[in-house]
């Protein structure tokens, strides 16, 4: 077997077999695109959280037809009842449909927010704003 054919570009000033080179070339871009691919994945599941839908009823209807029958029944009770939403507790809510509470938390991330209380929060929003 030949000797290795070696240079001190190594950062810590070491030998470094030239032969290495496409295959450390190839791992160190591979790694980047994966760190890229990341850094992007992650930055769309953080804007996916924090942007606010334009209304309550507007995220329903844009996110209605991929919803399964038990969450098209939470559905329109809170397009129908956006005040009670609003206003009354989660329990209230739940015992009014006779829908399970999981029902209203999977709604609730299946149209854009993170979880009940948010779109809660944004149904008292939208109430406010519509007094005012």
């Known amino acids: 077997m030949p ?11 070491s030998a ?3 032969r290495l080179y496409p295959i450390l070339n190839c791992l160190l871009k591979h790694t980047i695109q994966v760190l ?17 839908p334009i209304s309550v009823q507007a995220s329903i209807a844009e996110n209605y037809g991929e919803l399964s029958v038990a969450l098209k029944m939470a559905a329109g009770f809170a ?6 939403i609003a206003s009354q507790s989660f329990q209230l809510v739940v015992a009014e449909i006779e829908l399970s509470p999981s029902s209203f938390s999977r709604l609730a991330r299946a149209t854009s927010y993170q979880d009940y209380d948010q779109l809660c929060e944004h149904a008292r929003e939208e109430l406010a704003s519509s007094t005012n």
């Open 36 to 52: 890229i691919t990341y850094n992007i994945i992650e930055t769309l599941q953080f804007m996916q959280k924090t942007v606010t």
């Open 3 to 13: 000797p290795p054919i070696t240079t001190t570009d190594a950062c810590d000033g």
């Open 16 to 18: 470094l077999d030239i």
């Open 79 to 84: 397009v129908k009842n956006s005040v009670e």
